[in-house]
């Protein structure tokens, strides 16, 4: 399965070769031509010499950590790349590096702590990874300063249709696009797996320069909180309640005329969708819909639990009708769909 | 001229819903320019040819608002807000949707006034029940503020003044000038409260010599307030700085040369927060002179702007003497 390979890609914000890798593999001969831009954007090109250019953007990188010194004992200090919560850090398994060198985040046994401290977050700061080297010279022989490293999460069912895994933000997206390629349309489509999305939407921006899109559709993975502890007018998105449409968000306003062609599509065609119910947080959208003279673009998103987690999880079902939703948009636009 | 600004000023048109208030624009300049067209950002651009350079004036079309997120099964809608809103000046106020439909904006019990936070005000359109309200509205609906223009004689009071005073403003100056030193591109921009959005492509697409954003500032001129060096009624505001741009020295000094040529009285503005459409130009491509005029305005992102009518009427012919002076730099 895709999404599984994808969710277990080694692939932190600026390191997201193996990502790459999966999916040039992954769609073999269904992609005539991939460009990879100076950025390391992947694009899949599908040139037709009729009707608009479209470009369709999945990010490729996740959250992860950098190391940023080893001490004296062969710990392992780091830093964030992109938007992780201090408190999910604490006492997880990770690997670093393409090698995967196995590593814990350690944090002081609660026998240790004094009362006043078992109230309170720790904070990077007072975090390390451990790899079992008991020197700075041991350490440094499996890993560098600069090195990444990412969850160490295995990706698994919890039911028959929803799965867990790590970085389905977005990977999920990416898995969504892969599917979509395996078709082919009578019209110019870039997909373009962007790069450092989760560190300030830079890949997109670059990658729309170069196209020159008409129009694009973003495929996310967002949040999603049908959870306990929020009230029902604070749900972003719901699981399994369909791909999820973003009218609006911090970085872009969509286009009306494509949330409006989705929303008949979906309803023509008995496929459920949502809303996103939030407008914070960015996305490739912002960077893409500003470029140039502007770019008309709408997101569409699997809902998925827990992003910027170590696990997160999603319904296979709203994959499936977000592959399909993205299909049909894609197949109105072969039947004259224009802006 | 205050009929036009009435028309204006009351018209829908929330960032990303400008619509309505770009077909009343383009029916008032349309025999006053060469050419128009719409982005695809929603920007209206007008070209009116005079010159070899290019001059671009931008006046956002955008006003702030609130965005439906969820509508509750008694009917109640919870919103997030499209610009910068203050929960204060919200409670009480009515909102009106592009449809014609009005809300109030109510708030849950709280235990002390410095609890109400935007989570705890929800809008109330008078339904009983999910369906009766989605009968009306629904989820990604954008609802601007209500509130009618009024004419208190030197004053001019409404909502949206920013910045669509701004654009009434660029509406006469097109109808005033005959023969402007430039090709000059009127843009009434889209999305400048959500993130100078519109300007930004705008400016990319025509790439002009010289860019002057024209919009609102707020004061120092009522109790207590905050420190700043500017009033109603002293004229229109040459900008300086403001949280996204740094005006460009020489265009700041050919505006006020303009002014001094013309007679026309102005102050300078430095403006601590709040950002306009000349931080998006100015960036632009390998980087564009910038400028902004600025009107003074009170109780700004409020349902009730207040603007001096003498500075507005200053404003206009401030913009139209500035089509009319080359610019050398």
């Known amino acids: ?339 | 001229m205050k009929e036009l600004i009435r028309k204006v000023v009351e018209c829908y048109g929330p960032s990303g819903n400008e619509h309505v208030v770009r077909e009343l624009i383009k029916a008032e300049i349309a025999p006053f320019v060469d050419e128009m067209h719409v982005d695809n950002l929603g920007n209206l651009i007008a070209l009116k040819r005079g010159g070899e350079k290019k001059i671009m004036f931008a006046a956002h079309m955008d006003e702030i608002g609130v965005m439906v997120t969820h509508v509750d099964k008694h009917g109640f809608l919870r919103f997030y807000p499209v610009g910068g809103l203050n929960p204060l000046t919200l409670l009480g106020n009515r909102v009106l949707f592009e449809n014609g439909t009005v809300g109030v904006i109510g708030s849950e019990k709280l235990e002390a006034q410095k609890d109400l936070t935007l989570n705890k005000l929800f809008v109330d359109i008078g339904a009983a029940t999910k369906e009766d309200a989605e009968a009306k509205v629904k989820i990604g609906d954008v609802g601007a503020m209500s509130r009618e223009f009024v004419d208190l004689g030197t004053r001019l009071v409404s909502k949206a003044m920013d910045a669509r005073i701004a654009c009434a403003i660029l509406i006469e100056a097109l109808k005033t000038v005959a023969k402007p030193a430039y090709d000059v591109y009127a843009v009434f921009t889209t999305q400048e409260e959500v993130g100078l959005r519109g300007a930004r492509v705008a400016a990319y697409g025509i790439t002009p010599d010289l860019g002057i954003a024209l919009d609102v500032t707020r004061t120092g001129d009522t109790p207590s307030s905050i420190t700043m060096d500017v009033s109603l009624g002293k004229g229109p505001a040459v900008k300086i700085r403001d949280s996204s741009v740094l005006c460009t020295p020489a265009v700041r000094r050919f505006m006020e040369q303009v002014a001094k040529d013309k007679g026309i009285p102005y102050q300078l503005e430095v403006l601590e927060a709040g950002g306009t459409d000349a931080g998006a130009i100015q960036l632009t491509k390998g980087g564009i002179p910038a400028g902004v005029m600025s009107i003074a305005c009170r109780y700004v992102h409020t349902a009730s702007e207040m603007v001096d009518f003498s500075d507005v009427e200053h404003g206009v012919k401030f913009v139209a003497a500035i089509m009319e002076t080359a610019y050398t730099g």
């Open chain 1, 1 to 339: 399965m895709l999404l599984k390979e994808l969710s277990q890609a080694f692939g932190p914000s600026g390191c997201e070769g193996e990502v790459r890798e999966v999916l040039t593999q992954a769609l073999g001969a269904a992609v005539g031509v991939w460009q990879k831009d100076a950025l390391g954007n992947l694009i899949a090109v599908k040139e037709s010499t009729r009707g608009p250019k479209v470009m369709l953007a999945a990010h490729m990188d996740e959250c992860g950590l950098m190391v940023s010194s080893i001490d004296k004992s062969g710990l392992l200090r780091f830093r964030k790349v992109g938007g992780l919560d201090d408190r999910v850090l604490v006492s997880k398994h990770v690997v670093i590096g393409s090698k995967r060198v196995a590593g814990v985040i350690g944090a002081k046994a609660i026998h240790l702590q004094k009362p006043e401290e078992r109230n309170q977050v720790i904070t990077l700061s007072n975090l390390y990874i451990d790899i079992g080297a008991k020197s700075k010279e041991e350490a440094e022989r499996l890993v560098k300063l600069g090195d990444y490293a990412v969850f160490a999460t295995e990706f698994g069912y919890l039911s028959e249709s929803v799965v867990k895994g790590k970085s389905f933000d977005d990977r999920a997206g990416c898995a969504v696009l892969a599917e979509v390629l395996r078709e082919e349309y009578a019209f110019t489509l870039y997909g373009a797996f962007t790069v450092q999305e989760e560190i300030g939407l830079r890949g997109a921006g670059v990658a729309a320069y170069a196209l020159e899109p008409d129009m694009a559709v973003v495929l996310e993975g967002t949040t999603c909180n049908d959870l306990p502890g929020s009230e029902e007018h604070g749900y972003c998105t719901s699981l399994g309640s369909g791909p999820a449409i973003t009218i609006m968000d911090a970085s872009v306003v969509c286009d009306k005329r494509m949330i409006g062609e989705l929303e008949r599509l979906a309803r023509e065609h008995n496929i459920p969708m949502q809303y996103k119910r939030s407008i914070t947080g960015g996305s490739d959208a912002g960077r893409i819909n500003q470029t140039k003279s502007g770019v008309p673009v709408v997101v569409i998103s699997v809902p998925c639990r827990y992003i910027h987690s170590p696990v997160s999880m999603l319904s296979l079902k709203d994959f499936e009708h977000t592959v399909k939703l993205v299909k049909l948009f894609l197949r109105s636009i072969e039947g004259g769909f224009v802006l």
